[in-house]
C-alpha cells in the first residue's frame, strides 16, 4: 500500500515560479514511474509529466520548455519545477505513481495551483 503526499501548490502570479513535491510512503513497494497530472475547470485530465524508473521523462507539450520533472531516490520523492507559469497552467495538480510489478496505481490527493494576477 502506498500513500502520496503533496505539497507546494499556491497563487502566483504569472511568469512566476513553483516547485511541487509528492512523497511517497508506505511498505515495501517499487516504482515503476512517477508523474503529475492536472485539471482545470472545464477541462479534461491530463498528463503534465512522468519520470520512469529508469530516469527517462516525458512532458505535455504545453509545458516543455517550462517545466522540469525530478526525483529523489532514496526518499521517494518527485518534484515538479514549474517556471514561467501562465494563466492557463492554473489547476488541481495530481500526483501519480505506479508500481513496478503489480501495476497498482496510487494518487495524490491534490494540489492547487492559481496563477492569476
Known amino acids: 500500500q502506498v500513500q502520496l503526499v503533496e505539497s507546494g501548490g499556491d497563487l502566483v502570479q504569472p511568469g512566476g515560479s513553483l516547485r511541487l513535491s509528492c512523497a511517497a510512503s508506505?511498505?515495501?513497494?517499487?516504482?515503476?514511474?512517477m508523474g503529475w497530472f492536472r485539471q482545470a475547470p472545464g477541462k479534461e485530465r491530463e498528463l503534465v509529466a512522468l519520470?520512469?524508473?529508469?530516469?527517462?521523462?516525458i512532458y505535455a507539450d504545453s509545458v516543455k520548455g517550462r517545466f522540469i520533472i525530478d526525483r529523489d531516490n532514496a526518499r521517494n520523492t518527485v518534484y515538479l519545477q514549474m517556471n514561467s507559469l501562465k494563466p492557463e497552467d492554473t489547476a488541481v495538480y495530481y500526483c501519480?505513481?505506479?508500481?513496478?510489478?503489480?501495476?497498482?496505481?496510487?494518487w495524490g490527493q491534490g494540489t492547487q495551483v492559481n496563477v492569476s494576477s
Open positions: 519520470i520512469t524508473r529508469g530516469g527517462s521523462t
Open positions: 501519480y505513481l505506479s508500481t513496478y510489478g503489480s501495476g497498482k496505481i496510487s
Open positions: 508506505g511498505s515495501s513497494f517499487s516504482i515503476n514511474a
